[in-house]
């Protein structure tokens, strides 16, 4: 029993010691995709804020239909039509933000995945 007992006490070390450095190495790879995957984000959302529409084009443009109503008064014919359309995208432009969109959720998908690992 000496021999198996001294196998066991030897194979408990050595095994505990693999196991520490796998866990060490595992949660320091973890720390670096969650820091990359977060800058990545922010980066990204960056990117996305500046692909979306100007609001403030659609603004000037009522703006300018009201001055219009006020300075030639409530009977005035105004062309509703003229309004610009904040819905006519290119279609290279959907695939850029849908592109954007999805590398955005795969990117807090790995953070998130990233933390679960951390916190197993």
């Known amino acids: 029993k000496d021999v198996e007992s001294k196998f066991w006490a030897t194979y408990k070390k050595v095994s505990n010691e693999y196991d520490d450095d796998f866990l060490e190495r595992a949660n320091d790879d973890m720390a670096i995709i969650l820091t990359f995957a977060g800058l ?17 084009d659609t603004t000037n443009v009522l ?22 359309s904040s819905t006519g995208y290119s279609s290279s432009t959907v695939w850029m933000q849908t592109l954007a969109y999805a590398s955005l959720a795969f990117s807090v998908l790995a953070a998130f995945g990233a ?4 916190q197993w």
């Open 63 to 84: 703006m300018l239909q009201l001055i219009k109503i006020v300075a030639e008064g409530p009977n005035a014919v105004n062309d509703i039509n003229s309004l610009s």
């Open 115 to 118: 933390v679960m690992g951390k």
């Open 40 to 56: 990545f984000s922010a980066v990204n959302s960056t990117f996305i804020v500046g692909m979306q529409p100007n609001p403030a």
